[in-house]
């Protein structure tokens, strides 16, 4: 079937339009955050084969819950948060995600 469109408005702003693919997200993955080492912030990648309950904490060397970043349910997917250390001491830290029956955990340096 064809299917024809109709640009209805000013087309003088259209400066042109690509077809983005899409992109399925077939497993977890949690990557590594960037800048690492980091001072105060650094961005954490993440992304959901399936939707449901996602949770991503921040831990110390001493295995203490020092940031949670997401606890909701999130739907398959790419996806970034932003983590702001400015109120932690120097060190290496830890992040973990949780979601259905996986989980991951990688380290980073906050360096100020």
């Given at each position: 079937?064809?299917?024809?469109?109709?640009?209805?408005?000013?087309?003088?702003?259209?400066?042109?339009?690509?077809?983005?693919?899409?992109?399925?997200?077939?497993?977890?993955?949690?990557?590594?955050?960037?800048?690492?080492?980091?001072?105060?912030?650094?961005?954490?990648?993440?992304?959901i084969?399936?939707?449901?309950?996602v949770?991503?904490?921040?831990?110390?060397?001493?295995?203490?819950?020092?940031?949670?970043?997401?606890?909701?349910?999130?739907?398959?997917?790419?996806?970034?948060?932003?983590?702001?250390?400015?109120?932690?001491?120097?060190?290496?830290?830890?992040?973990?995600i949780?979601?259905?029956?996986?989980?991951?955990?990688?380290?980073?340096?906050?360096?100020?």
């Amino acid at each position: 079937m064809n299917w024809g469109y109709t640009w209805v408005g000013d087309t003088a702003l259209v400066v042109g339009i690509k077809d983005k693919p899409v992109n399925v997200v077939r497993q977890f993955k949690l990557n590594q955050n960037y800048p690492n080492p980091f001072n105060p912030t650094t961005t954490i990648s993440y992304s959901i084969a399936k939707s449901g309950k996602v949770r991503i904490d921040i831990y110390n060397l001493l295995g203490e819950k020092v940031a949670e970043l997401v606890n909701k349910v999130q739907q398959p997917g790419d996806y970034q948060i932003k983590f702001d250390g400015s109120n932690l001491a120097s060190g290496m830290y830890f992040y973990r995600i949780s979601s259905q029956n996986f989980t991951q955990i990688k380290k980073m340096i906050l360096f100020k």
